[in-house]
């Protein structure tokens, strides 16, 4: 079964900084998805990015990248230039290629950004 | 545009009593359907997907059922709640292609029953 760890106590973070939420995983497929979702109180599901098991390139949208070392199963999201708004609940989910390629999620990491 | 809607935001239910929650999807058409379940301060369960009408695949045990009348229409439902179906409840849409590649989700329905 696949399964997503991320195992970082709530985070608080200095505005403009620069902040790294872990993720590693556990799978047997050779093509799988990775996505990080962000949860502000609101409770919707924002979706950050993504990285395929065979992008070679790690992935980048704006402020966030995705550090990406498929030897070690891990897919660390980078944010960069925290702002006030970031602060929310971060989850990383994996999609399997076979079945209902359903998303697997972790248990999440929540961020607070202070002034 | 292709969006996700989901009714209702917050619903109060007594325990014993049904449910019936909705998503529709539009822009689209024979979307891979799923419906996830958030317990406080947890992350995604998975409780049903659908790749079309009347296909249903259910990953819990449990006392909710899924339906899918329409091609962009999942439905979530029960005959009696009972407390441990308090949550977070989710719908999402897979996204098969384009910039946007992933899953879109719903705006949630916060559900609790008492």
């Known amino acids: 079964a696949q399964k997503i760890t991320q195992t970082q106590p709530g985070m608080f973070v200095q505005e403009k900084e620069a902040v790294t939420l872990d993720c590693t995983y556990d799978?047997?497929?050779?093509?799988?998805?990775l996505f990080w979702y962000k949860q502000p109180s609101s409770g919707e599901m924002i979706f950050l990015i993504y990285?395929?098991?065979?992008?070679?390139q790690n992935a980048t949208e704006g402020r966030y990248s995705l550090n990406f070392q498929k030897a070690r199963k891990s897919a660390n999201l980078v944010i960069s230039a925290s702002q006030l708004g970031d602060s929310a609940m971060y989850f990383c989910a994996m999609r399997v290629s076979y079945g209902n390629n359903r998303l697997a999620f972790g248990k999440g990491n929540q961020v607070v950004v202070i002034p | 545009s292709q969006t996700i809607h989901q009714w209702p935001a917050t619903l109060v239910q007594p325990v014993g009593s049904p449910l019936s929650l909705e998503c529709t999807v539009e822009?689209?058409?024979?979307?891979?359907l799923y419906w996830y379940r958030q317990a406080a301060g947890r992350g995604l369960q998975l409780l049903f997907y659908?790749?079309?009408?009347?296909?249903i695949s259910s990953e819990v045990p449990q006392n909710l059922s899924a339906s899918r009348p329409q091609d962009r229409q999942f439905i979530l439902s029960s005959k009696k709640l009972l407390l441990s179906d308090s949550g977070f409840y989710l719908c999402a849409w897979r996204r098969w292609k384009g910039s946007n590649y992933g899953y879109t989700f719903g705006s949630g329905t916060r559900l609790t029953v008492v």
């Open positions: 799978t047997s497929d050779q093509s799988y998805g």
């Open positions: 659908s790749v079309g009408i009347g296909q």
């Open positions: 822009g689209t058409s024979n979307p891979n």
């Open positions: 990285q395929g098991s065979y992008d070679e």
